[in-house]
Structures are given as C-alpha cells and as structure tokens.
C-alpha cells in the first residue's frame, strides 16, 4: 500500500525559504518518478516539480523555475523540495506524489497517487 506523508510546511515571510521532505513506503521507491504538486483555495491542483526514478531528469514548471529544486534520497525513500524565494502566490497545500506506473515521466495529476499535504503561507 503506497503511503506518502509530506512534512515541513508552515508559515513564511515573502521572500522567505522553506523546505518541504516527503517519505515514501509501501513500493519500491526507486522505480517510481515523484513529484510535488499544489492547491490553492478555489483552484485545480498544479504541477510543481517532478523528479525521475534516477533523479536523473527533474521537470518544474515556469512559476517556479530556477526557485525550486527538487530532490530525492532512493537510500532513505524520500524526496524533498526546496523552495527559495517565496511568493504570496506560491500559498496552497503542497502534495508529494508517486506516479501510478513505474518508469513514467509525467506532469499531469491524474497520473499520482497522493499524500495527504502540507499547508505553505507567504505572508507578511
């Protein structure tokens, strides 16, 4: 059974860093691309970053592009995202996914099964 618990969220000044850890259990995490996606109140979720089984190919998407790095530990079957430089905008729910088949690359939500989220805040 995939479990996937993310941790590291809070509260952060505009401009601020937080970094968000996701750990993974229940598959063989190696195999498996990852990725973060986000909700905000009244909004779709989005795609965030995504990182390959390998770690080899990562993927963001243009709003957060060169202010988030994604990462990931196969020894410890977890991922993390560093996120610099934050935004009022970038305030949501973060979710740490796997996709649902191994050895796929993939942005689209449909596509991850999901933990349950953190909650990120950029305000002053």
């Known amino acids: 059974q995939v479990q996937l618990v993310e941790s590291g969220g809070g509260l952060v000044q505009p401009g601020g860093s937080l970094r968000l850890s996701c750990a993974a259990s229940?598959?063989?995490?190696?195999?498996?691309?990852m990725g973060w996606f986000r909700q905000a109140p009244g909004k779709e979720r989005e795609f965030v970053a995504a990182?390959?089984?390998?770690?080899?190919?990562?993927y963001y998407a243009p709003s957060v592009q060169g202010r988030f790095t994604i990462v990931r530990d196969n020894a410890k079957n977890t991922m993390f995202l560093q996120m610099n430089s934050l935004e009022p905008e970038d305030t949501a729910v973060y979710y740490c996914?796997?996709?649902?088949?191994?050895?796929?690359?993939?942005?689209?939500?449909?596509?991850?099964?999901w933990g349950q989220g953190t909650q990120v805040t950029v305000s002053s």
């Open positions: 996914g796997t996709t649902k088949s191994p050895f796929t690359m993939t942005t689209m939500a449909r596509d991850y099964y």
């Open positions: 229940g598959f063989t995490f190696s195999r498996y691309a």
């Open positions: 990182i390959s089984w390998s770690a080899g190919t990562t």
